[in-house]
């Protein structure tokens, strides 16, 4: 018989985090980790001009982004709807 992982129902009783303070930490730096390589390139002119120049290449990023997400999304939905993980493992 397998043992299923432990459900965190919140943050308080998750075995992960100790604290609500550490979580709060943590995805403080990830979002400064995010963030600073493009505030640098911002405030840095020739990194400006380098981004400049992928926005320009970007132009149909948008249409096959939102593809692509639509397609997961069914996908998901279907997988999560359809499928039996007592078969599926």
Same mark, same amino acid.
């Given at each position: 018989m397998r043992r299923r992982a432990p459900r965190c129902?919140?943050? !308080?009783?998750?075995?992960? +985090?100790?604290s609500h303070w550490e979580g709060?930490?943590?995805?403080? +730096?990830?979002?400064?980790?995010?963030?600073?390589p493009l505030v640098a390139a911002v405030m840095w002119a020739p990194m $400006? $001009?380098? +981004?400049? $120049?992928?926005?320009?290449?970007?132009? $149909?990023?948008?249409?096959? !982004?939102?593809?692509? +997400?639509i397609a997961l999304g069914l996908w998901s939905i279907g997988f999560g709807l359809f499928t039996d993980l007592e078969n599926w493992t």
């Open positions: 129902g919140g943050v !308080a009783r998750c075995p992960a +985090l100790t709060f930490v943590s995805l403080g +730096l990830f979002g400064l980790a995010l963030s600073l $400006r $001009r380098v +981004l400049d $120049r992928l926005a320009g290449l970007s132009a $149909r990023a948008p249409f096959w !982004a939102g593809v692509v +997400l």
